[in-house]
């Protein structure tokens, strides 16, 4: 090819290795779209409309759903100006690759005959099978609710992970416990059955091939890691947080009171509490953090933590388009989190920019904290290019995992790779080959490593 390039040649390196997604949304059981109101429903798409002044209602009506056609007509209007966009980028190239369109923005005029003929294609036997192998797709690993039975998939190529923010954020609440007692055949009632319920979580999903747990965190968490001596404490909130109507009470009155009055041991426990059942329900969520990374070192499993998510911060936002980042989370909130579990793999990803300069140097410190992908508001090329080159020049080569799709339909690991591998190439030409004289051979094995290997290694691929 005239004029090639060492980025060029680098890419066509990376493009020859098949992909292994380590982190997706996939439903392994309808694992690609069935219409183009798939593609364009996805969040990317919805909150861009939304945020280019659609109204809600003409993405998720009050009653009921809307026609799939419908809603993609009342999407393109906003999305035809939103073509200098990356996310547009992608849905272009993904539609060109997969459905022959040859157009480069789609608009009122042309977006019917391409949903028609995008439909056609999905429904034709194989499709997916087709969309796999045009991906070049390996395997992709999933997100699992702590009680999906995962049944009637293949573990070998959609991979399983216990997603967890359920059991810390709301094992408080009636459901999420019936949920977890259906799951595990153990009904929680104090720190012991606790225990017992997530073990058997563990049993059941790394009998079925899950290869890590996963959680995404709110700015003000900070796991806290007490002494033995304050396990009453966690087992008198638990007691609270699950209903025991006679322990709140008196804790209440401790409360009210201070500490001060004439009160059993158990409640005086809470004597300065501004809120027992608030500070009931938040010792809860650290004590089922904590057993989690437990269980993590006892299971041999990597612990995801997706750091900074600020949730509901435009109410009047579509669905997933209404969480932010906040730049107030700091990995400090973590640092006695990795102490304590020195044999535990944190995969890290974040979300606001500023906390990608500490997740460089906690990954340059700690030998269990590895830096993870690109997560949601970063996963855009001007701030992927500054992450990637940070990590590149400061953290070991083998605690590097590249990049995750995110994806909810398959058909969105090729375009989001691509745009990812060609920053990569680029990136990896401009500090190793001109910068320190590498090798084009060297430099891709070591490009590969962080695409995919270390991916493969850490979560036993």
Not at 112 to 115: F, I, N, T, W
Not at 157 to 160: E, H, I, K, R, S
Not at 177 to 180: A, M
Not at 194 to 199: E, V
């Given at each position: 090819?005239?004029?090639e390039?060492?980025a060029d ?6 493009e020859?290795?098949p992909?292994l ?10 694992p690609?779209?069935?219409n183009?109101?798939?593609?364009l429903?996805?969040?990317y798409?919805t ?9 809600k209602e003409?993405?998720e009506?009050?009653?009921?759903r ?5 809603l ?8 035809e100006?939103?073509?200098n966009t990356?996310?547009l980028?992608w849905?272009t190239?993904l ?6 369109w040859?157009?480069d923005?789609?608009t009122r005029?042309?977006w019917?005959?391409?949903?028609d003929e ?5 429904a ?17 690993f ?9 049944a009637d998939f293949?573990?070998n190529?959609?991979?399983?992970c216990?997603r ?6 709301k094992l408080h609440?009636?459901?999420v416990?019936?949920?977890?007692a259906k799951?595990t055949?153990v ?6 059955s ?6 058997g979580l ?10 890590a ?5 709110p ?8 002494p033995?001596?304050?396990h009453?404490?966690?087992a008198?909130?638990l007691?609270i ?7 709140r009470?008196?804790a209440i009155?401790?409360s009210d009171?201070g ?6 041991d158990d409640?005086a ?8 059942e608030?500070?009931a329900?938040e010792?809860l ?7 989690l ?18 949730r509901?911060?435009?109410p009047?936002?579509v ?18 989190l990795?102490n304590a579990?020195p ?6 990803s974040?979300?606001?920019p500023t906390?990608n300069?500490e997740?460089?140097s906690?990954a340059?410190?700690f030998?269990n904290v ?19 080159r940070a990590?590149l020049q400061?953290?070991p080569g083998?605690?590097?995992?590249g990049?995750?799709s995110d994806a909810?339909?398959?058909e ?7 745009m ?5 190439a ?36």
């Open positions: 090819m005239p004029n390039t060492a040649r680098i890419l066509s390196g990376l020859a290795a992909i997604d380590p982190h997706s949304h996939i439903n392994p059981h309808s690609t779209s069935e183009l109101a798939d593609i429903g996805y969040h798409y909150e861009l409309a939304r945020s280019a002044g659609l109204a003409q993405i009506p009050k009653a009921g809307l026609d799939p056609k419908e993609v007509a009342n999407l393109v209007p906003t999305l100006r939103l073509d990356v996310q980028s849905f190239e539609a060109q690759t997969f459905f022959g040859e157009g923005r789609l005029d042309n019917e005959a391409l949903y995008s439909a056609r294609q999905m034709e036997p194989g499709y997916t099978d087709r969309i796999i192998k045009q991906t070049n797709l390996e395997k992709v999933l997100t699992n609710d702590f009680d999906d039975p995962l293949d573990t190529f959609y991979v399983p216990l967890t923010d359920g059991l810390v954020f609440t009636p459901e416990r019936e949920r977890l799951a055949g009904e929680v009632g104090d720190v012991d606790l225990r017992a319920a997530i073990r563990f049993e059941n999903f790394t009998s079925k091939g899950a290869r747990c996963a959680i995404s965190l700015p003000w968490f900070e796991p806290r890691m007490e033995d001596d304050d009453r404490l966690h008198l909130s007691r947080a699950f209903g025991d109507d006679d322990l009470d008196r009155a401790a009171d500490g001060d009055g004439d009160f059993d409640a426990w809470f004597g300065l509490v501004d809120d027992v608030d500070y329900a010792n969520s650290h004590l089922v953090f904590r057993t990374a437990e269980h993590c070192r006892e299971f041999g499993l990597p612990f995801d933590l997706m750091i900074g998510v600020n509901n911060v435009y009047a936002g669905h997933q388009g209404r969480d932010l980042y906040d730049s107030r989370c700091s990995l400090s909130q973590y640092a006695d990795f579990f044999e535990v793999t944190f995969p890290v974040v979300l606001a906390m300069q997740l460089v906690y340059w410190i030998p590895v830096t993870s992908g690109h997560w949601w508001y970063s996963n855009i090329p001007a701030h992927i290019a500054p992450d990637l990590r400061a953290v083998d605690k590097q995992i990049y995750y909810y339909k398959l969105f690991v090729l375009p989001k790779f691509a990812y591998r060609r920053l990569l680029k990136e990896l030409a401009a500090e190793f080959c001109e910068g320190r004289g590498w090798s084009e051979e060297r430099t891709v094995e070591f490009g590969l490593k962080v695409l995919r290997g270390n991916s493969e290694r850490l979560f036993g691929g």
